[in-house]
């Protein structure tokens, strides 16, 4: 087809679509400026491809549709970036690092799924991006393939003259997560410790409690404590992180351990 009218993936070269269905988070409540920053170099790009020569295949330049790519791609994976690892997830309390799968990202870019495929392949080749696949052993002792989890690489951020400004903010982030894990394990204490007065204040009725009754309320403290620590690692509030909990567990709204019998 021709430029006028673009091609079968929908590119359009004299009309490109540089932003993703889902444009990075800024300003107040946004993601560190360094990610939508490096987003906004980054699309310089497309238009002086000779900028990042690395993408380029020898002495072609790059098509557009491809240059296209990448721009929605890299503002997408700079949108889920945690930059204490510069992988592609968010680290919670219970799961560890949850990474980000090829279906989210092509549901947050907007092109099909082929083309962003091509795109992460490009951005691996030229160092910009790495893919690993972690490993575990199974029941059976062999090793079996987990889901794979993309990283970004430094020389990405070297690329774009951010290298100085990506150390400072990846020690920021960590001191961040290390802060929240504090905070999360004090949270959890002072949660732990209040559901444990809960249930032996229960020992003084009258109306006496069996072993498993005992049991089955620990067991269901210890859950609730747990997931709203997940909920409040994620950054909620601490009465959002109630209220999900109880709704995830089915107890009533107002439900806290200690509080119900």
Known sequence: MSAATGNRCGHYPKRPQLTPALPIRK???GLPRILSLAAERAKAWYSHPQKCHVLNKGSRQTRSERRE???VIIETVLSFLDLASLCLGVPTLDN?????DMKT???????NQRRCERAIADLKEAGLMEVKQPR???EH???????AIRVVTVRFFEFLGLAPMLQKERAKAAERLRRKAMQMNKKLSDLMRRASQGIRSMFTRSMPI????????????????RLCAQYMLA???PEDCRRRANAELGLPADYSPGSHA
Not at 105 to 111: C, M, Q, S, Y
Request: net charge positive.
């Open 141 to 147: 002792g062999d090793y079996v393939g987990l889901r």
């Open 69 to 71: 790519a990448y721009q």
């Open 136 to 138: 575990k052993l199974n």
């Open 105 to 111: 990202l092509v549901a947050a870019v907007g092109i």
């Open 27 to 29: 300003g107040k409540g």
């Open 210 to 225: 069996s072993q498993a009754d005992q049991k089955r309320r620990e067991t269901d403290s210890l859950r609730w404590n």
């Open 235 to 237: 950054g909620l509030e």
């Open 96 to 100: 560890g690092f949850v990474d980000v």
